[in-house]
């Protein structure tokens, strides 16, 4: 089984909606990360939580929200899905300290029409 | 200005060439700096991480980091096949953040 899942793994919607991607880890990490990925831009860090109670908002914060349901429930919101949000997004996780390796899960394509 | 620079390519080389991926970066504090590697549809994975100044290698993989110029370099030998995918470079900034460059998709032709 996958340490890193996400769900759904592909989903279209339409402008206005409200859509919630989810990822789950089963590797005991504290640390989760969302992020975007652009076809030229690479990654871009949406939102990071360093535990349950502590979430902090990435580079590209804005149209998003996060919610850290446990340790290893970590939920991206689009409030009112805009078409430049269509992309691929990866959850991520990773130990406190340690080397920065982050793991990622396989993504979720979204399109927003 | 992005912190890490990559160029996009594509780049598409005939197996066995020797591959060569290059990233600059723009802040100097941070000296921990990471390749991943994605395959099409996959999650990016951890290939090869360095630190601070020089080379690293594993197998057919070198890493390497030249402080004064700020550039960070991927070289792979003897290229295969399986090694077509997206390179990212990655820079461990503050509070264990990532800094990502744009990826480079390459494609080793048989």
């Known amino acids: 089984d996958a340490d890193v899942t996400q769900t759904p793994r592909n989903r279209i919607t339409k402008t206005g909606k409200r859509i919630m991607l989810e990822c789950s880890q089963t590797?005991?990490?504290?640390?989760m990360y969302w992020y975007r990925q652009d076809p030229g831009l690479g990654l871009q860090l949406i939102y990071y939580?360093?535990?349950?109670?502590?979430?902090n908002k990435g580079e590209i914060s804005d149209g998003y929200s996060v919610s850290r349901q446990a340790q290893a429930k970590f939920s991206l919101s689009l409030e009112s899905a805009i078409p430049n949000q269509t992309a691929l997004y990866f959850c991520?996780?990773?130990?406190?300290?340690?080397?920065?390796?982050?793991?990622f899960g396989p993504g979720t394509r979204l399109t927003v029409l | 200005q992005k912190e890490v620079e990559q160029d996009p390519g594509p780049l598409s080389v005939p197996e066995g060439a020797i591959v060569s991926l290059n990233c600059t970066y723009s802040?100097?504090?941070?000296?921990?700096f990471m390749w991943y590697r994605q395959y099409s549809r996959k999650g990016p994975e951890l290939l090869m991480y360095t630190y601070s100044s020089g080379n690293k290698e594993d197998g057919r993989f070198t890493a390497q980091v030249d402080k004064s110029s700020k550039y960070i370099s991927l070289f792979i030998r003897d290229s295969q096949p399986s090694d077509s995918a997206t390179y990212l470079c990655?820079?461990?900034?503050?509070?264990?953040?990532?800094?990502f460059g744009q990826g480079t998709r390459l494609t080793i032709n048989p």
């Open positions: 939580s360093f535990d349950v109670k502590d979430i």
């Open positions: 590797k005991g990490h504290d640390r």
């Open positions: 802040n100097s504090a941070f000296q921990y």
């Open positions: 991520a996780t990773s130990t406190a300290g340690g080397d920065n390796e982050q793991f």
């Open positions: 990655a820079q461990a900034g503050g509070a264990q953040k990532l800094v």
